[in-house]
């Protein structure tokens, strides 16, 4: 399996200016008290991890997500709002909207400025809303999954393209038991209508899975349209896993890796390439292990950390090579930091984030963002820049509507903003379109690590993004 980057939502595209373009980076968390309120706090990216604490309340039962230099927290359980902070204005909350009086709200998910998705739990309708000013604009019926209940128990989600996978639980709420099969239920986002992953059995179908209750972020591999989902199935049963799903065919690929391998009921995960972290436990008392295995054969690598705490949440962040992991243990909650390489812990005591930590996201100011819809219609339209082909391994032509016939340069910047390389034109341009060939190596002529990289046109506006793997 080749090297590539797995994200955890949609890759955010930008317009670099020639300056370094991220103005901090951080590992944002939201606490609990388990009971009536939240916190946040922030955690350094980089030894010595410096914690600040109690920066904004949140409820008891808040996820977090990043979008566009904002900061999103879900409120959940007695809550039923979104609260967006603004990290620029001392992490205030510049914005909160209720999605319905005891809705319980799971995740969202952003198409753009003025769209994104809101799963709620005790819902049959999915809202759209418009995260800009908090108005619901729209929603869909998912009751075609509900069970006895009436409700489909829908949970987190992920956007591919112009399509939202939606996780659907399908719990018995008599006994709080995960009935099979649970389904990601696909939404067309230009005309907020199911589609039908199978089309040969009656009704409206969704993606089957292989065990129940999937629960947790699910990963999206974007270049190669697979998504990555979580399933614990029943409890203290080696029925789960984490499914690899399709995402253009809308059907499975299998198990990655089953629980048997794991060793126990799947929480959380992470993956990069050929190797992925998860936390697994095995009774009543949330004795949790962190463990490392093979994405290739699903094969078990280690186990690099047990705790007696629950662990909501952990983080890969490649661009550092860490692992963040949320550790609820009782006698010293927090955040402890692995070596995603090795699996080595690198902090002997959990940095401390006040009240329990509850959910993490990894935090990098952008100077500026696109939407990715208007970047495409205009790479289609040629009015800005495209990349051929994108995903690349070794070599991709980056092309620019003609800004300037004095344009003669172009340079390319990884997502921490520093520039990577400086192009010259090609000959093999047309009079019309500038072309640039870029090798995936920076000025020194090293091959530069897979990942999301921008590129733009000096002297010009034209401006775009492009994916390489090893």
């Not at 339209?381 to 980056?398: H, I």
Request: net charge negative; proline share 6%; hydrophobic share 40%.
């Amino acid at each position: 399996m080749k090297r590539t980057i797995y994200f955890a939502a949609a890759v955010v595209a930008l317009l670099f200016p020639p300056a370094a373009c991220l103005a901090a980076e951080f590992l944002f968390a939201v606490t609990t008290d388990y009971e009536t309120s939240g916190q946040c706090a922030t955690i350094g990216i980089e030894n010595p991890w410096p914690v600040v604490t109690n920066l904004e309340p949140v409820s008891s039962d808040p996820i977090v997500r990043v979008w566009r230099n904002r900061i999103y927290v879900v409120n959940r359980l007695y809550a039923d709002n979104i609260q967006v902070i603004d990290p620029e204005s001392g992490f205030e909350t510049i914005l909160e909207f209720s999605v319905g009086a005891g809705s319980n709200p799971q995740d969202i998910a952003f198409v753009s400025e003025t769209k994104a998705y809101v799963s709620r739990y005790e819902s049959t309708r999915l809202y759209e809303v418009n995260p800009s000013t908090g108005a619901i604009t729209d929603s869909i019926d998912l009751s075609t999954f509900a069970d006895a209940d009436g409700l489909p128990e829908m949970s987190r989600m992920v956007l591919f393209g112009k399509r939202l996978f939606v996780q659907i639980q399908k719990i018995d709420r008599s006994t709080w038991t995960p009935l099979f099969p649970a389904y990601l239920a696909v939404v067309d986002t230009e005309t907020n209508t199911l589609v039908d992953a199978n089309p040969s059995v009656p009704g409206v179908q969704g993606i089957a899975l292989l065990a129940s209750n999937p629960n947790g972020p699910m990963l999206l591999d974007e270049s190669a349209g697979k998504i990555y989902v979580g399933e614990t199935g029943s409890y203290f049963v080696p029925d789960g896993g984490i499914e690899k799903i399709d995402a253009i065919s809308l059907a499975s690929d299998g198990w990655v890796v089953a629980e048997s391998a794991l060793g126990g009921d799947l929480g959380v995960f992470a993956l990069s390439g050929d190797k992925g972290y998860a936390a697994v436990s095995s009774d009543w008392f949330y004795t949790t292990r962190l463990v490392s295995f093979r994405t290739s054969d699903g094969a078990l690598i280690g186990t690099h950390y047990t705790t007696d705490g629950y662990v909501p949440d952990i983080e890969w962040d490649t661009e550092t090579a860490q692992i963040f992991l949320a550790d609820r243990k009782l006698t010293q909650p927090g955040v402890h930091v692995f070596d995603a390489a090795t699996g080595a812990r690198l902090t002997m005591s959990p940095r401390n984030t006040g009240l329990p930590p509850a959910d993490l996201a990894v935090y990098r100011t952008i100077i500026a963002a696109i939407d990715r819809t208007a970047e495409s219609e205009a790479m289609r339209s040629g009015r800005a820049a495209w990349a051929e082909p994108s995903p690349f391994r070794e070599r991709t032509s980056l092309h620019f509507a003609a800004p300037g016939q004095e344009t003669s340069e172009a340079v390319v910047y990884d997502l921490r903003g520093r520039l990577v390389r400086t192009l010259r034109r090609s000959e093999r341009g047309t009079s019309n379109q500038l072309l640039f060939e870029w090798d995936g190596r920076d000025d020194a002529g090293r091959e530069m690590p897979a990942g999301v990289y921008f590129y733009r046109a000096l002297g010009g506006e034209g401006a775009g993004r492009v994916l390489h793997v090893r």
